[in-house]
């Protein structure tokens, strides 16, 4: 890199040995390339000035001049509220303080022209300002367009407010010239009509418009993203060169068999579209790592089940691991149903396998007597041993640690062939990102015939109601499931909620007419299997649980999911829950109940389920709402430290700097030529950890 820009920070002017202590610890900047690095988050637009009839039209941010008429304070003592009119000659609005109403009254006047900037909002039809920013009308006109930086206190109590750093910045851009390198070749800066990486800095810091800060925006979002892809491919590349798989090269009589006697439907085109990419990967001599996306009912456990079939008929054994018992035992018994006419030993191990049972599976899975198991995290002990494990599927996929995969990995000479499947979506842009390292397959058609499931939101208030509903379904020859959230910091009260809705359902819907379950995590697991087992029989109507039974259930009878206090549960989770109904020939319900003061993020939630049935566009929701790292957890949010591109927002040029890097490296798959100079060299800088990355074509 070059010496200008990694000078310490201390040496710019306008900072020294004091002020560069505090930007070290307050903010992380080191060097002249770290402030440089520091980009506004938000720019002020003060070229202009709007006039109060025009508010309905800004996006965002205003400024108005006019002068104040009257003030006023509203609300009781305790929640004292500020209010001024402000009057321009085209109308009038009112600004509202909620906070410091005492100290700002002191500071207006009445009938003095002044200026005000800040964000028009409506709240119960009318328009104020909420907090304005409030000065003299300055000489001149208009101040411009401005960056906003953000600060920390200490940073502003010592001159270092966003202003202040604004001022350092111009320090550092004066001398800017001729000291950025460029690293995206030209062929792409012409192709995409990007701004060279100095104009783009000096821009990014200094935009005379709004069209400017979008321009050195865009520019530095799609780099930072094309090399962050560029790293992943490499980084996928690497692993696929070390990693050697087992080689299935066959189809074999087992797959063909069950898929064309035993199926008792057509595989839908995405089903089928899937499995080829599986046959396509196991067939290589490299190791598989693909993820399955396929929304609730997709059929993706058909499609698991068909690639155990294929590595079970090259002789290997295969695994499936289920999230819980439950599920793992619902999987055994579908699968065992399903392959009865074939011969293939299939054996169940959960947690609660009885050691009596425990030693001789030991000792069949490693002589290979069983060729697939089906199970939980039980699998992953160190005393189950396999003879040649071929292929392992994990079923919803978001339960699982990445450290728990790897060491499923290791129990074999080499790595089986991994397929995890998830029916909670993840958006394209962060699958592309997050999961660079894996391939990835959706499933995105469900089967023919499905209904779709109709959801609505109701109110605490108009419970009756619904249960009311409830009846009807009933009486129709349905079945329901009502669920609780269970969320350990709260469990105690949530617990006692459960209970309490129980009795009061049990107390609604009472004997001998009505039958009703209960499932949570406090029972026995073989009270739950009781339990679940009578429900799925039809022996009880009513399903009262937590969230045990979001994942996998499968009772096509069950017609209608309420959900007890959605406003506590995640999209995911709601659109999980609700994939329990709609899984028969009946018309399903899915009916969201709430208190009635609801979070704006809460409303859009419940909008969104009412809207809508697909899980993809759920998690672009969900992803919008939350941003990434909530969406990943936080293990995987290191990779999220982007300086200027927003994995939420910016999509598209994710979308672009994927394709961009994937070019690349098809027409120079060692970066070598040099027009690929500028990359090589910042590559490098990001793979240091593999010094040799460069010689793998
Ligand atoms: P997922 O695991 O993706 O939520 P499942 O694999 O449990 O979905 O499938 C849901 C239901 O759809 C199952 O009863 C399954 O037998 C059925 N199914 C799967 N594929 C098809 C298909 N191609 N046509 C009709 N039904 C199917
Ligand atoms: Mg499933």
Redesign the pocket.
Known sequence: MNNFLITPIEYLKGVGPQKAELLRKEIGIYSFKDLLEYYPYRYVDRSRFHKVNELLEVNGFAQLKGRIVAIQEVGSPRNKRLTAKFQDETGMIDLVWFKGARWIKSTLKVNQEIQIYGKPTQYKGRWNIPHPEISKVAQGSAQGFQPVYSSTERLSAAGMNSKGIEKLVRNLLENLSGQVEEFLPEKLTVEHRLLTRERAIKMVHNPTSELDAQQARFRLKFEELFFLQMELLVRKKITMQKSKGYMLESVGQLFTDFYEKH??????GA?KRVLKEIRRDLKTGHHMNRLLQ???????????LLSMLLAIGNDYQAALIAPTEILAIQHYE?ISEMLEPLNVKVALLTGSTKKKERVPLHDQLQNGEINLLIGTHALLEPTVVFKNLGLVVI?EQHRFGVAQRARMWRKNKLPPHVLI?T?TPIPRTLAMTFYGDLDVSV?DEL???RKPITTMHKYDASRLRMFGFLKEEIAKGRQVYIVYPLIQESEKLDFNNLMDGYEAISRAFPLPNYRVSIVHGKMKPEDKEFEMNRFAKGETQIMVATTVIEV?V?V?NASVMVIESAERFGLSQLHQLR?RVG?GAEKSYCILMTGDKLSPDTIKRMETMVRTNDGFEIAEVDLQLRGPGDLLGTQQSGMLDLKIANLSKDGPVVGMARDCAKQLLKDDPTVELPENKGVRVRLSEMLSDRPNWGRIA
């Not at 199926?263 to 839908?268: A, E, H, N, Q, R």
């Not at 396929?294 to 698991?304: E, R």
């Open positions: 199926i008792p439907f057509d595989l839908t089903q396929g929304d609730v009912g997709s059929g993706k456990t058909l499609v698991a579908t079923d499947m029916a499933i089967p023919p015939g996998g499968n096509p994939g899984r």
